[in-house]
């Protein structure tokens, strides 16, 4: 039985939501490019400059996410929604022991998101005069793998300790499952070269594909 108190329950739910599309965002990025260095080949040899791009807006958009979940509940007069506010939310149910472990990983996810949110500030939400200027004489040292792993990690955890003490359940945040992710994409390209190589062996006609175009009308 589900026995979350507003507004603690509207709140986790509107963050629980971010959290699995940034699992689901952070999962065809390793598929993408943290799997092997064949498969970076692979996207190379396809479209070298788009997928270069794509890396780049994937990364870019999982580090603003998790920077934005530590943020405070309040900037420049406004309000967000945090992992604090869930923190404050506790505080108004007077169970002490439960805020204390929570805020305890508040406090730890903050601390892994130190780097993420300094780049955030410095370059990926703000253009930092200093730090565009430097440009490649300076550039900030980019996010590790295992820096975001560390993050998400907490992350789950945080989510996942009110999840069960309210419904007895968990999320595998970590385990989402996309119908059409970057594996699908992966073997669509390896079709799409040996369609090339078939081609070039004379096996498939040159205009193939034309022809093909044509008749379905694309």
Not at 145 to 167: D, P
Not at 181 to 197: A, I, M, N, P, T
Not at 198 to 216: P, Q, Y
């Amino acid at each position: 039985m589900d026995t979350m108190p507003e507004p603690l329950k509207g709140h986790w739910e509107a963050i629980d939501e971010e959290v699995v599309w940034l699992h689901g965002r952070w999962i065809i990025y390793r598929q993408l490019f943290g799997t092997s260095p064949e498969r970076v080949e692979l996207l190379n040899e396809s479209a070298a400059t788009f997928f270069f791009i794509i890396q780049t807006v994937l990364l870019n958009d999982v580090q603003l996410t998790l920077s934005k979940l530590a943020d405070p509940t309040m900037t420049s007069g406004r309000q967000n929604l945090t992992l604090e506010s869930l923190v404050k939310d506790i505080d108004q149910l007077g169970d002490a022991t439960l805020r204390r472990e929570v805020d305890g990983m508040r406090a730890d996810y903050q601390d892994r998101c130190r780097a993420v949110r300094h780049r955030r500030n410095k370059q990926l939400a703000h253009f930092d005069l200093a730090t565009l200027i430097a440009g490649k004489n300076a550039p900030l040292p980019g996010p590790s793998r295992q820096e975001i792993e560390a993050a998400l990690g907490v992350l789950r955890l945080f989510m996942n300790t009110l999840q069960q003490k309210f419904t007895h359940s968990e999320t595998a945040y970590d385990q989402f499952i996309l119908r059409s992710d970057g594996d699908q994409l992966l073997s669509v390209l390896k079709e799409g070269l040996r369609y090339e190589e078939l081609v070039d062996a004379g096996s498939v006609a040159w205009n193939d594909m034309l022809e093909h175009s044509k008749n379905h009308g694309t």
